[in-house]
């Protein structure tokens, strides 16, 4: 309602205003006209942010008509000041052209390639090009459980944490149901170490080193026990997994199929025209 009324006046004003001009809106409202240049009730209707007060709806609409207003005035005077025109349109060409092409590739993709890749294809890839696949930051797998300082059995929690049996698992997952302000299973996958250390309060110089050194941590503060079994250790700049690295493998395949896939469409073009005779040279 705050929109409807606030912009009716406008809505009235420019009626009245443009109301002796033959000029075809294709439909639209004018709101404001400068040299044959329009404002629309629509485009201003569409950027009017919703919930504003009746005050300051008005104020934004007074503010959006003065910058249009300045910018259409501006745009007009650069038009007959700047020299290399011909250079200007030169580039809006080929940013035009480059724009219709890449959309008209996205939906050849989207069409006639499809992004399932099977797991041997997967695999065949991560074999091929292994160098590419290193970890950018130390990894580690393992399992990490923080407890109140007072909480209830924690001898057996220092046995369980340490051993990586179905059975000591379960006895802490079921302990951790209960107890754990934290608990984080992750021994079948991998984490990057610096997502682990914002779990710990560990205080020493060289973090990644330690952990590499010391499978099991057991640290504390004034609330807290925290315990972490680090199972496996990966360093930075060593292979990555492929469980780890798969996302990654898929859509750097993804990307070659499609490339491969554009590469054989423009070929195609191209022998096609040639066969029609379509190509001259001169």
């Not at 934290?182 to 079948?188: G, I, L, P």
Request: aromatic share 12%; proline share 3%.
């Amino acid at each position: 309602m705050v929109r409807t009324a606030c912009l009716g006046f406008f809505l009235l004003f420019a009626c009245c205003a443009c109301s002796d001009k033959q000029h075809d809106h294709r439909g639209r409202t004018p709101l404001v006209e400068v040299d044959d240049n329009f404002l629309y009730h629509e485009d201003l209707q569409a950027a009017l942010p919703k919930h504003l007060s009746g005050e300051d709806s008005v104020k934004f609409v007074e503010r959006y008509i003065r910058t249009w207003l300045e910018e259409t005035l501006l745009y007009e005077k650069a038009q007959s000041n700047v020299a290399n025109n011909d250079e200007i349109n030169e580039l809006v060409e080929n940013y035009r052209k480059a724009l219709i092409m890449h959309s008209y590739q996205q939906s050849l993709i989207e069409q006639q390639l499809s992004d399932e890749i099977t797991d041997a294809e997967l695999d065949a890839y991560y074999q091929k090009n292994k160098d590419l696949f290193k970890a950018e930051s130390s990894l580690i797998k393992g399992l990490f459980i923080k407890v109140p300082l007072k909480a209830p059995h924690l001898a057996q929690v220092r046995r369980w944490y340490k051993t990586e049996t179905r059975e000591a698992v379960e006895h802490l997952e079921k302990y951790s149901l209960q107890n754990a302000v934290k608990y984080e299973y992750f021994y079948d996958t991998w984490a990057p170490v610096s997502e682990i250390l914002d779990w710990i309060p560990l205080d020493v110089a060289n973090p990644e080193e330690y952990l590499n050194k010391n499978r099991h941590v057991e640290l504390k503060d004034t609330a807290f026990h925290y315990f972490l079994n680090v199972s496996d250790f990966l360093p930075a700049g060593e292979q990555v997994p492929f469980e780890f690295a798969r996302q990654q493998v898929k859509e750097m395949l993804l990307n070659v199929k499609q490339v491969e896939f554009m590469k054989q469409v423009k070929a195609d073009l191209y022998h096609q025209a040639e066969e029609k005779d379509r190509i001259k040279y001169y």
